[in-house]
């Protein structure tokens, strides 16, 4: 429950979006929730139904004779590190006169204390986040295709659930990776916590589980140039991490739900699959994105830290292309060379790949050497056709050293050409206008 009653006393002097910590009595003796106040002196008729959550329905119906009411909303429950440092101990030490009881107002010394261990909490690691998205809990944002996540607050049966609650601990800057039909298809960042909101329009499911929910807002979501696979992810990293509140069962399935906290090093696994995880500083030129340049990430599973930053995307793709080997064959001119100087192409251009063509990256992706096979073939002079040999378009001989080269590749068959391939080539061919032999 989001949102409970809180009895006010006599003439108190709390208002509408005041701040109020709700402290446990012993054996805990501590700060255990922070909520905002929504509503003062609420009618009786407009009060939450919470006597489930009272033992004694008689007292209830006292305190709803002798009293009016607040409506307060959740908005953080405090973890055991926080819980640790705003105890009743620590709160005298920081000035709070007495013990705690009944309402209080905060003086300035105790606030200021338990403020700063708000703060401190919040400039943790970034957290990573598994989501299971399918049609369930996705709503695509006003602003553009954003894959914002909404959850209802109680399910159909009227309970809640906590992989739906899980939106309510995400903080800014947090990753989320998103699981679809068996792949981690791309990833994002949570871009403001989560926050009242009816059931968008755009998100519809077969059993309508009520309007009222949440909703986590993202932002950079990419996808992956390959889908990471569930058997990419190592089965002892999905055991060790199996359990209630992870993405996966004891058995390293994925479990049934919405979002769950992903372990740093399950999420280092699914990142360095995905070529996006490196060591050391990245270029200066790199870090700040721009046309060409996509997601970075340096990752420390020792420590729980996580750096997000900007790096051309080819990690993924040569590694699945290369592996260790140190030289390569262009696809195209067939000659060898150190695979620092080969690219990873795309036979059919990237954002045009529907799910399951950016799955096959094995015919999708072909090589190509960066010393003229790539630019030629990325520029549109050269063409591929469906028997695999090389043509040559108008603008092949405007220098004399231009034409030697191009036309050293003229009427070759395509070293990396394969039945597998021919489609995104033949594809490729009708995006130019360029009419191949069948």
């Known amino acids: 429950m989001r949102e409970i009653n809180w009895s006010e006393v006599g003439t108190s002097s709390i208002a509408v979006g005041d701040i109020v910590y709700l402290y446990s009595s012993q054996p805990n003796s ?18 939450v139904d919470d006597a489930d959550y009272w033992r004694d329905p008689d007292a209830l119906a006292e305190r709803i004779a002798s009293r ?23 709160l005298q030490a920081h000035g709070l006169k007495g013990n705690m009881a009944g309402r209080q107002r905060l003086q300035s010394e105790p ?41 209802a607050d109680i399910d159909a049966q009227g309970n809640t659930q906590a992989s739906w609650d899980a939106l309510d601990r995400a903080e800014r800057g947090d990753v989320v990776v998103h699981y679809v ?13 989560s926050h009242p909101a009816i059931r968008p329009h755009a998100f519809e499911t077969a059993t309508r589980v009520g309007d009222e929910g949440r909703e986590l807002l993202l932002e950079d979501f990419a996808l992956f140039d390959i889908p990471v696979s569930l058997d990419d992810i190592p089965l002892e990293l999905r055991l060790s991490e199996g359990g209630p509140g992870s993405p996966f069962t004891v058995e390293g399935k994925v479990r049934r739900g919405f979002l769950f906290a992903l372990g740093i090093k399950i999420a280092a696994a699914v990142f360095d ?3 996006l995880v490196e060591d050391g500083v990245v270029d200066t030129d790199l870090a ?48 060898r060379y150190p695979v620092r100087y080969v690219h990873a192409a795309h036979i059919k251009s ?53 034409a030697a080269f191009t036309g050293s590749l003229a009427g070759k068959v395509a070293a990396g050409f394969t039945a597998e391939n021919r489609a995104y080539f033949q594809w490729r061919n009708r995006q130019s206008g360029k009419l191949t032999p069948s």
């Open 288 to 335: 700040s994105g721009g046309e060409a340049s996509e997601r970075y990430l340096a990752i420390d599973a020792t420590d729980g830290t996580a750096t997000v930053k900007y790096r051309k995307e080819q990690g993924a793709l040569r590694k699945r292309l290369f592996g260790t080997a140190t030289h390569a064959r262009c696809g195209l001119c067939g000659r």
């Open 181 to 193: 039909n068996g792949f981690v298809v791309g990833s994002s960042r949570v871009t403001r916590r």
């Open 68 to 90: 009016s009411w607040m409506r307060l909303r959740l908005q953080k429950t405090f973890g055991p590190t926080v819980r640790s440092r705003v105890t009743l101990d620590a």
């Open 273 to 275: 699959v995905a070529g």
């Open 111 to 151: 606030l200021d204390y338990v403020m700063g261990v708000e703060e401190a909490a919040g400039a943790r690691a970034a957290q990573f986040w598994w989501v299971n998205q399918g049609v369930t809990g996705v709503t695509t944002s006003s602003f553009g295709d954003v894959p914002n996540l909404w959850a």
């Open 350 to 402: 990237r954002s045009a790949c529907s799910e399951e063509e950016r799955k096959d990256w094995k015919n999708v992706v072909i090589a190509a050497c960066l010393f003229g096979c790539d630019a030629l073939f990325e520029d549109g002079m050269l063409f591929v056709d469906s028997t695999g040999t090389i043509h040559l378009n108008d603008g092949h001989d405007e220098t004399a050293a231009f």
């Open 30 to 47: 501590t700060i255990t929730h922070k909520c905002v106040v929504l509503a003062t002196r609420v009618p009786s008729d407009e009060r």
